[in-house]
């Protein structure tokens, strides 16, 4: 039989060309909190489960969000309805299920789903949704740790929703002082957005004082941005 003990997440984090510090274990609640306050997340669920820490890594502060014009003219239109934690397992299985250019498969696999559905019941996985009525059109998930976020996945089923609830969500995060969304590995789309890479210790340095702060963890179904 495999062996199904956590990975032994190494004290100093040296990613190899692919980001990856370790590898094995389950995808299990406690096991990811315990890695995303050390900087590692799982790139997917499958087995062996590959742990990842890019160098470099790619953070967005919530003030630095760059809006396009065409963003905010959206924004005023008040077409969709914006809510948090409304339905945390849907926005994760339109992430999933949402085709990708580039790629035909998922990285979020059922016992991902599982395990940060259990996360969110515990008040530290949250969602941003957006709705046409009654239709869930974008939106993204993470969780968060202190005064971070960690942005996992987002989807768009018309233009430019995912643009809109990450927007909101760091228009919310910035009045909460929260310091970075860490968006993990480089991507020129979420750059476009604000989002800048830093080297591992440095984002690392970020982390530690982040998790020094009391934690939003609890429901943000309240949550409304100004």
Known sequence: ?????????????????????????????EV???????GIFPWSGEDPVPW???DPRLVLEPRAFVASRSLRKLERLARYEIAFDRDFEAVMRACAETPRQGRVDTWITPNMIEAYCELEKMGI???VGVYAGDQLVGGLYG????????????????????????????????????????CQAVTRHLMTLG???IPLDRYLAR???????SSFH?????????
Not at 4 to 28: H, I, K, M, N, T
Not at 32 to 38: I, K, N, S
Request: charged residues 25%; proline residues 9%.
């Open 125 to 127: 996985g949250h969602s």
């Open 32 to 38: 990811l909190v315990e890695a995303y306050q050390r």
């Open 1 to 29: 039989m495999k062996s199904r003990a956590p990975p032994p997440f190494p004290e100093r984090l040296e990613p190899d060309e692919y980001g990856q510090v370790a590898s094995g274990g389950e995808v299990r609640p």
């Open 143 to 182: 969780l968060s740790f202190g005064r971070a976020f960690f942005g996992e996945s987002m989807f768009s089923l018309e233009p430019d929703c995912s643009k809109l609830a990450l927007y909101n969500l760091c228009r919310s995060l910035a009045e909460r002082d929260f310091h970075f969304i860490d």
């Open 52 to 54: 990842c820490a890019p």
């Open 218 to 226: 609890g429901s943000w179904a309240s949550w409304r941005v100004e």
């Open 195 to 197: 989002a800048t890479p």
């Open 207 to 213: 982390l530690a004082v982040a998790l020094r702060h």
